[in-house]
Nanobody
Framework: QVQLVESGGGLVQAGGSLRLSCAPS????????MGWFRQPPEKEREFVAI????????RYSDSVIGRFTISRDNAKNTVYLQMNSLKSEDTAVYYC???????????????????WGQGTQVTVSS
């Protein structure tokens, strides 16, 4: 059974930085695209970023472009989300998702993801 485990969340002041990590189990990692979503309080889960299986392609939500960077290290079986210049509106539970077949344009559709983690809380204080 595939499991995705996120880590790195916490409390940070506005303008600060955090780096989230996601470490899937099993052999799926190197062949799957990996994405990050977030769910702010009392809102729907929303797309943040995605990276293709080989790291060649990335996509971002407009709200995080220039501040967040997604990357992966297949040798370490880990995907990262570096978050800089954090704002209070970035406060959310962040989820890692794995997508077997990445078709550009479908990354915002949660139904396209095959596996999800349990989430990690990020709280940005103003």
């Amino acid at each position: 059974q595939v499991q995705l485990v996120e880590s790195g969340g916490g409390l940070v002041q506005a303008g600060g930085s955090l780096r989230l990590s996601c470490a899937p189990s099993g052999r799926i990692f190197s062949t799957y695209a990996m994405g990050w979503f977030r769910q702010p309080p009392e809102k729907e889960r929303e797309f943040v970023a995605i990276i293709s299986w080989n790291g060649a392609a990335t996509r971002y939500s407009d709200s995080v472009i220039g501040r967040f960077t997604i990357s992966r290290d297949n040798a370490k079986n880990t995907v990262y989300l570096q978050m800089n210049s954090l704002k209070s509106e970035d406060t959310a539970v962040y989820y890692c998702g794995a997508m077997r077949t990445f078709v550009p344009g479908t990354e915002r559709n949660r139904q396209q993801y095959n596996y999800w983690g349990q989430g990690t809380q990020v709280t940005v204080s103003s």
